[in-house]
């Protein structure tokens, strides 16, 4: 069973960094394409970055030039980088991996920016 755990979600203030990371088992994450998806309260989840198993990365408007997606596949992991964070970033924050009709979800982790 495939299963996707994110972490590193927690409280920041506005201009903070914070890291979140996704560990898969089940899957070998190096072949599937992963990605970040966001989901404010009231809100429906909204893409945010995804990076490719050939390596390209993609991101949504409102956080290019803030965010970078990367990936470990010796851990089997993928990291975002959340830099210059702003309150509007506030939201629960899904890991998702992509492979043909196969996807999988995290349970997701809570990310607050708040002054």
């Known amino acids: 069973q495939a299963q996707l755990a994110e972490s590193g979600g927690g409280v920041a203030q506005p201009g903070d960094s914070l890291t979140l990371t996704c560990v898969g088992s089940g899957i070998i994450s190096s072949v599937f394409s992963m990605g970040w998806y966001r989901q404010s309260p009231g809100k429906q989840r909204e893409w945010v970055a995804t990076?490719?198993?050939?390596?390209?990365?993609m991101y949504a408007e409102t956080v290019q030039g803030r965010f970078i997606i990367s990936r470990d596949s010796a851990k089997n992991a993928v990291y975002l980088q959340m830099k210059d964070l702003k309150p509007e970033d506030t939201a629960v924050y899904y890991c998702?991996?992509?492979?043909?009709?196969?996807?999988?979800w995290g349970q997701g982790t809570q990310v607050t920016v708040s002054s």
């Open positions: 998702n991996a992509m492979l043909g009709h196969d996807i999988y």
């Open positions: 990076q490719t198993s050939a390596g390209g990365t």
